[in-house]
Every structure is written in C-alpha cells, then in structure tokens.
C-alpha cells in the first residue's frame, strides 16, 4: 500500500489533460480493487463510480476530477513531475486537484470498518465544458438508486491557512450576450446615422460593476461584469452598425436570468437591441445544521485546531449537479492561490493534513 504523498506523486506526474484522464480511472480501480466499480464514459470523457457497503447506514460520496488544465509555458520546473522546493511541491494539478484526490483516495483505502456505504465519483471533464461529467455519472447513478446522502467535493477551498474556510455553497453563473443596433454611417454626417457606441457611452456607469441585489448572510451580491464589447470596422470614418457586449452575473438566490432581463431593459429603454442569456450553473448552499456540515468542522477542528468558515465565494465546481439532486454537499481541500497557475503549488503537510481530516470524518461519521 502507498502512502499519500506516493499516491500523490503518482497522480500528479500522470499528465491527463481536460478530458484525458491519462489512464488515472483504470488506476484508481485497481487500488480499490474491493469496491464496485462503474464506468459511466460518454463520449471521450471517462467517468468512475466506486462504492462498497460495510454496513447500514448512510450514503457518503467523495468526488472529484482527475482532469488538469494545460501547463503553458513558462514553468521552473517539468509541470508533470512532482518537484520539491523551498518547501513547497511543484507541478500541475497540485492544488486542483489531485492533492484532493490522492487525500481521500488514501483515507477511503484503508477505511476498514464504517457505518454505511462509501464512494468515489470521478471525472475527467470537469476542467472542460463538463457536460459529459459528473452531471451525466448523476443521471444514471439516479436510475439505478445509487446516488449518496452527502458528498465531499475536495476542491481546493482554503484562503490563507489550511483549514481556514469550506464552501457551503456556490453561486450560480449567467452569461449574457448583448446586440444594441444602430445604423451604419459616415463619421462626418453623424446626424444620418445611429451609433450604438455613443447610445451606450452614457448606460455604461448605470451598469458597470452595478450591484444587482444585496447579497445576504451567505451569499455575496450579484454583480454586473462587463466582460467585452467590441463594434465597428477598424476603420475611422465609418460609424458602426451594431455593438455586441457581453457581461456575466455570478448570481445569489436573489437574482435570476428574468430580474436580469428587467435590468436591461430599464437601461436601454428606447433602444433597439437583442438579449441573449445562457446559465451554466444554479445557486445553491447546503444547510449549515446538517451532519455532514457538522462531521467537516469537527474533522478540521481536530486535525487543524481551526474552526473554519462557511463560504459562497470564488467560481463554479461540480457540486453544482450534486446539490440539485438533493445531496448534501460542501466542498473542502487545501489552499486556493496558484490554481490553473504557471508553477502551480502546495506543501506536503496540506496534503498528509487533508488526508487525516477526511480520515476523520470517516471514522466519525
């Protein structure tokens, strides 16, 4: 049997780029060779289910992605070796999130007794589009009366110390895609014309990094981000025709794509224009009294002396389609400060601390 660091160093020196799990399932299988193990792939993206019932009892999930963004260039060291320096261990995936993986995968090993039945769900479309993933791994384990009671997601979640913060919750994400029309025209009879560029110039700090909501005890404001616009020709003596901007919403259970849509058109009252919303991911956030909440804290408390925070903060993950279905989720790894980073990083000791604390939570559960 390995130990954490071993099983880390193995994991992170396997290069599976989004949405190549560079054999890493088949790997994962085989250590936990005593589970049951399900291959739900669609498409080229692989996904895993393993589980083993000891007793009767609840349902507890880890989940995860096996999956890393492209390196890029510029790194100090091969970002697919697991390199040690100045105290830190360097390579791609470190904090997103193979020290998550390597840390329950080692604590669900040598797991011997618990009251209930443990799982693992693993993807390697988590850093792509996801839409092959864990949400499709859900939809069957839905069908075949398997989904858990509570699952962990060992996202990176940490702020400045281990231990220090959990999510509870995530705020959802609206894109918006904006076309204001005008009317194409020679820059010297502005007066023949309609230019989308001036019609704009004065909505633009009624919109601008506005605060859609006023967010709550859990949750952070909605706010309107200008993400591009962009219009005309290149040219200096052509007005433009049209000007597409697009923005995005990182919204709270106050605000949803219709208040959006009001919003817009109490600003562009008069205009012409088209709106174009997508959502990618729902707000969510796990009750704060339920045990798995409650088994998390103590397990950080104990390893860590922490008591850590409940946050909503930061972008998306899977446990977007874990919450839906009704599981109890939240999400807890080691720090977020380099992820998807040039010289990506972590320390040993949050990786051998992460690991205990789930040890923990098993054991407690």
């Known amino acids: 049997m390995m130990q954490v660091i071993e099983l880390f160093q193995k994991l992170v020196e396997t290069k599976s780029e989004t949405p190549d799990d560079g054999g890493l399932l088949d790997f994962i299988s085989e250590y936990l060779a005593d589970f049951e193990a399900i291959r739900i792939d669609v498409a080229e993206v692989k996904n895993l289910?393993?589980?083993?019932?000891?007793?009767?009892?609840?349902?507890?999930c880890f989940a995860g992605h096996v999956d890393v963004v492209?390196?890029?260039?510029?790194?100090?060291?091969n970002p697919y070796e697991l390199v040690q320096k100045d105290g830190y261990l360097y390579g791609r995936g470190t904090q997103d999130m193979k020290s998550g993986l390597a840390a329950f995968i080692q604590a669900i090993k040598e797991t011997q007794t618990f009251q209930g039945t443990l799982s693992l769900l693993l993807t390697s479309d988590e850093e792509g589009e996801g839409v092959n993933g864990?949400?499709?791994?859900?939809e069957y384990l839905k069908e075949h009366n398997l989904l858990p009671d509570a699952a962990v997601v060992a996202e990176p979640t940490c702020e400045t110390d281990f231990g220090d913060a959990i999510k509870v919750g995530r705020r959802g994400s609206i894109n918006g895609y904006l076309t204001l029309k005008g009317?194409?025209?020679?820059?010297?009879?502005?007066e023949k014309a309609i230019n989308p560029v001036h019609n704009i110039a004065s909505i633009l700090p009624k919109i601008a990094?506005?605060?859609?909501?006023?967010?709550?005890?859990?949750f952070a404001p909605s706010k309107f981000v200008i993400t591009d616009i962009?219009?005309?020709?290149?040219?200096?003596?052509?007005?433009?025709?049209?000007?597409?901007?697009?923005f995005n919403v990182r919204n709270n259970t106050k605000t949803d794509q219709k208040s959006i849509q009001a919003f817009i058109a109490k600003h562009f009252e008069?205009?012409?224009y088209e709106l174009r919303l997508t959502q990618g991911s729902y707000p969510f956030k796990t009750d704060t009294n339920t045990k798995i909440v409650s088994q998390i804290d103590k397990a950080i408390y104990a390893v860590t002396g922490k008591k850590a925070k409940h946050s909503t903060a930061g972008g998306t993950s899977d446990a977007r389609f874990l919450a839906p279905m009704g599981i109890e989720v939240i999400e807890f790894g080691v720090k977020n400060d380099t992820i998807h980073a040039i010289n990506e990083r972590t320390t040993q000791k949050e990786v051998e601390d992460l690991y205990r604390v789930f040890k923990n939570l098993i054991q407690n559960y």
């Open 230 to 246: 962009r219009a005309g020709m290149e040219v200096t003596n052509v007005t433009p025709n049209e000007l597409k901007m697009m």
């Open 209 to 218: 990094g506005i605060d859609l909501d006023d967010g709550d005890a859990h």
């Open 49 to 60: 289910f393993l589980y083993k019932k000891f007793s009767e009892g609840e349902h507890l």
């Open 270 to 272: 008069g205009l012409a």
């Open 134 to 138: 864990t949400v499709k791994a859900l």
């Open 70 to 77: 492209p390196a890029g260039e510029g790194w100090s060291s």
């Open 183 to 190: 009317k194409q025209g020679h820059a010297a009879y502005p």
